[in-house]
């Protein structure tokens, strides 16, 4: 039974580019969040997928977008690049708001190590 | 809004020895909370969580955690610390509705084990 899976492992991009990452849930599980881990931080939520649409979104801006296909998985697009955006960004994926509390706990990805110069 | 802190960034134990980690929350209603370990470059791994019911709860590698209501915290212990559990922890607190569950983190306590 794969996990979630995660790609590219490792990115390099330039302030003002554009980056789009790819996530894949553990089987069975059909909602995929995101979140970003900078250097010496615990991960903040940026947003999560249900269903092909955006249910929820912590406090990030705009430039961060993402998209969920029929097969459940997830890209996260980061626009016009800054410093800042370099971090790990960690996919997990999980059974939903259907599943109830009890049951929708969150397993993760190994991230995807994004570098802006 | 919901909120975690992890008083200790670092933590420095004796291989056998014991060991707990702090965490505390701030949420307005019946939190879901929950401890992650994340080893050096990887993703996180989920040790154990808590829902409702008996608040010590148990998890992998022989960790468990108590929640305690009145004093807002969910720390993490083990009787006896290998090598390998040097590691960096996470507590987070999870809402949960009809939206989905979102997670809050702490910033984490970086554990190290002395041979």
């Known amino acids: 039974d794969a996990g979630v899976t995660q790609s590219p492992t490792h990115l390099i991009k330039t302030r003002g580019q554009q980056v789009t990452l790819r996530c894949s849930p553990k089987s069975g599980h059909d909602t995929v969040s995101w979140y970003q881990q900078a250097l010496g931080q615990g991960p903040q939520f940026i947003f999560q997928y249900y269903e092909e649409e955006e249910r929820q979104r912590g406090n990030f801006p705009d430039r961060f977008s993402g998209h969920q296909f029929p097969n459940y998985s997830s890209e996260l697009n980061v626009n016009a690049l800054l410093l800042g955006d370099s971090a790990l960004y960690l996919c997990?994926?999980?059974?939903?708001?259907?599943?109830?509390?009890?049951?929708?706990?969150?397993?993760f990805g190994p991230g995807t190590r994004l570098t802006v110069l | 809004a919901q909120s975690v802190t992890q008083p200790d960034i670092h933590i420095t134990v004796s291989e056998g020895a014991s060991l707990e980690l702090r965490c505390n929350y701030s949420y307005g209603a019946t939190p879901y909370l929950f401890w992650y370990v994340q080893s050096p470059g990887q993703g996180l791994q989920l040790l154990l969580k808590?829902?409702?019911?008996?608040?010590l709860v148990q998890g992998i590698k022989g960790f468990e955690a108590e929640f305690k209501r009145s004093q807002s915290s969910f720390n993490l212990r083990k009787p006896s610390v290998h090598w390998s559990d040097a590691a960096e922890y996470f507590c987070a607190v999870g809402t949960s509705n009809n939206a989905g569950n979102m997670l809050t983190f702490g910033g984490g306590t970086r554990l190290m084990v002395k041979p």
């Open positions: 997990a994926s999980s059974l939903g708001p259907i599943a109830g509390p009890s049951t929708d706990t969150q397993y």
């Open positions: 808590y829902f409702s019911g008996d608040t």
